[in-house]
């Protein structure tokens, strides 16, 4: 049992050294300029253990993404939960997505590569495993306390994440990405403003 244990320990310590490694250099590199022999070298484990985890060089990076967007709905729930109100906690972590398209590692990975290499289907099957879950939950909490009327929640969470991909990869193209950013952020308000019931808005 304990050898088990042990083994299991040296394996996810290997596939962790594999993501963390390969993340540096698909951000300083690019995913077509990163070569397989580059990412064992460098994280001193054998090609074997790459093809044992991942299976080849988009498996990796598939793992890679996954963590860029984890820590990404990690840095949304954060920003959200800083707030009091379910409102002021949807907006925060609408920022925080939105903000998140200014990181050079975002930009390059999720928003650059990650399409290209990985295709649109399974790029946003990723992101509903992620930022979607997030903002399922709090539309549905909003809903529930009679906050906002939607016809659907899931079609508004789909609506709402399609057009905050589609201002993330605007935001990250832009010549002048901050001021973007407060522009797709002050539209995104008014159109969520929109959602509100009657007395969620008298009683702001």
């Not at 390969?22 to 994280?43: D, H, I, S």
């Not at 907006?91 to 590569?113: M, W, Y």
């Not at 509903?128 to 709090?138: G, N, R």
Request: overall charge negative.
């Amino acid at each position: 049992m304990q050898e088990r244990r042990s083994n299991a320990d040296r394996s996810q310590k290997t596939r962790g050294i594999l993501i963390q490694v390969a993340r540096t250099l698909f951000f300083e590199k690019g995913y077509a300029a990163t070569g397989t022999p580059e990412v064992v070298e460098t994280a001193g484990v054998t090609r074997g253990a790459l093809y044992h985890h991942f299976g080849n060089k988009e498996g990796l990076f598939q793992a890679v993404v996954a963590a860029v967007q984890h820590d990404v709905a990690q840095r949304i729930v954060a920003e959200a939960e800083a707030s009091t109100t379910l409102w002021a906690q949807l907006l925060a972590g609408c920022h925080a997505f939105l903000k998140a398209s200014l990181d050079p590692e975002v930009q390059r990975i999720l928003l650059v590569d990650a399409p290209a290499v990985l295709g649109w289907e399974q790029w946003r099957k990723l992101d509903a495993e992620h930022s979607m879950q997030t903002l399922h939950w709090v539309l549905t909490a909003l809903a529930q306390q009679g906050l906002i009327k939607v016809a659907s929640i899931a079609a508004a969470v789909h609506l709402l994440s399609g057009a905050m991909n589609e201002a993330a990869l605007w935001i990250a193209q832009a010549e002048q990405p901050e001021t973007a950013l407060a522009e797709a952020m002050l539209t995104l308000e008014q159109l969520l403003n929109g959602l509100r019931s009657t007395a969620s808005v008298e009683s702001a």
